[in-house]
């Protein structure tokens, strides 16, 4: 393989506790620590892995998001990536318009493979992978936990409902990042100061000829719903009775 | 007002639940008649139990032998091929859905809503984000079809007696050659599914070992009950990937749910909410799974799991 291209998502650190605003219109983000989107990580990380297996020549970490975003990007630059685009926005971008643009930056470059995270952990859609497959008409490995290439082809392990799925698809391919691919490995000081002077290259929407279309209105923004205040018992004599209390036993 | 598709999942003899809560979903939303579409090398059999769903007005089965395994790149172009009479079009929100429905839309060029666990109106719904830790109420375009996934765990099955009209259909579509499927790696297991089981129980990371989480099973064994676990437990290499429970692996809702040395960090707690009664036992006083437990008890799982054990008879 040439180019392998990632996706990564600036999103709310999955460490920080969220607190929706009190007036509806969202969660809390002001002051709060941002990441990259741990499954997006996940993604980097494999392709990472990949180049340096010698499968693949060059890595691509690529974000659509706000300027800030390019931290990520020099997070993903740290972590190995050979270079970076972000596509800069200050819109809040659905999942198809991602689709859409990764689509355009995928006819730029030509790759062989790209690998996104399975879901974003703010939104918690799951979708741009897939969409993005299907736009390319071209193959997708979702919930990706193992995958080998060989002769233009990828073999892959996905973790579905009722175990372990495995499928071969054809090159080029959209793949999504599961849990348990791998486990990301620590930026080191040299790295980032590395990184620095690798390039990241920041174009705009217009530039790519995409015209966001957004689709799906968020109204309105509610914590869950709390559950009552429980009991503690003492000991297992009294889980049981309380358990029987419910009718549970 | 438009008619609704539902996408079934089944594993090609048996339809699967998830099907249902599609279904149960569906009825909340106003139409002009919900369809089941079944993909399968010969459906009739799956079929007729989908006519089985009340509120189902009419099953479609589409034999093809590219049919035999659920393989989202084959599926999706024949969906797209028949959506057009359709104006919702909905897949459970289980890892066939997941796979399946996002492809869907992409062929559609519409939008997707994933995880419905509420219907406001025909194209409004609260569905969970932030690992359920923020519900935003969305409003989709009433001039578009609407795709979603529906989270099962918010809905229950719908109700047994209906007598849809099964009929076979064949769709003209491009299947592509470029997806293969392998195989199916399953823990054979007779014990209850989790997905479905009516009590389940949960161990951690704090089980410290496969052998240790025997426990476990032994102790749902004599409980009836299903064995779930937390991603830590899962990576620990404990249990298989299947079990795991929370944002990124299932999201249940059985009656009663007991957690064993679960700390209880949002991605997991977020997966059993829908729970009738949680207990948890940790022998951590302020371990946050105390916050949602209904029952919880402060305590050393090696000697409770034994003497719940012994004392349940
Ligand atoms: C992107 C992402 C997605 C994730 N998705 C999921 C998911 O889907 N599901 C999931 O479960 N997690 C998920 N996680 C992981 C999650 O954040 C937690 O790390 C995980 O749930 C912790 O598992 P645990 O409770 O078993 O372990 P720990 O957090 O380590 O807790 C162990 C608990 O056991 C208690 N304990 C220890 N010894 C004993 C004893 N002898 N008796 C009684 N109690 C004892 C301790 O007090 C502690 O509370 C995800 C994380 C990320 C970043």
Redo the contacts between chains.
Sequence with gaps: MKKIMVGLKRV?D?NV??R?KPDGS??ITDGVKMSINP?DEIALEEALRIKERGEAEEVIAVSIGPADAQQQLRTGLAMGADRAILVQTDELV???DA?RTLLKLIEKESPELVIVG??A???????????????W????A??V?EVTFADGKA?VT?????????????LP?VLTA???LNEPRYVKLPDIMKAKRKPLETVSMEDLGVALEP??????????AQ??K???????????S??KD?G?? | MGRILIIAEH?GSTLNSSTSKCVSCATGIENDGIDIVVFATSGADIASQAAGLAGVAKVLHVDNEANAKP???II?PQVAAMAEPYSHILGPS???G??????????L???????IMTVIGPY?F?R??????????????AD?KLVATVRSASYKTAASGGSAAVEALSVDANL?T??????????ASDRPDL?TASRVICGGRALGSKENFDMVFKLADKLGAAVGAT?AA??AGYV???TQVG??G?IIAP??YIAFGISGA??HVTGI?DAG???A?NKDAEAPI?E????????DLFT?IP??ES??G
């Design positions: 709310v999955y506790r969220i929706v969202g969660v499954f659905e999942s198809l689709a399975k879901q952990i703010d939104d918690d859609n799951g979708q741009t992978g897939a969409m993005l497959a299907a736009l008409d071209r193959p997708q979702t919930c936990s073999t996905r973790e579905v409902d009722s175990g372990l799925e495995t499928i071969e698809v054809d391919a599961d849990l348990r689709q799906l209105k968020i109204v309105k923004t509610d914590p869950p559950r009552q429980g009991v503690m018992v003492e000991d297992v004599d009294g889980l049981i309380a358990l419910k549970l036993l | 594993d393989l989202a790149a999706a289980t890892t066939f997941k796979d399946l429905m996002p492809r869907v839309a992409g062929l060029g519409v939008g997707q809503v994933s995880d409004t609260q969970p984000t932030y690992a359920g830790e923020a519900i935003i109420t969305v409003e989709a375009s578009r592509p470029h997806t293969r499927y392998g195989e199916l790696k399953a823990a997905q991603r899962v990576d298989p990937n299947e944002q990124t299932k009656e009663l949002i991605q909410k009664t949680i207990v036992v105390f949602m437990a209904d029952i919880g008890l402060v305590a409770v003497e719940l004392k349940l």
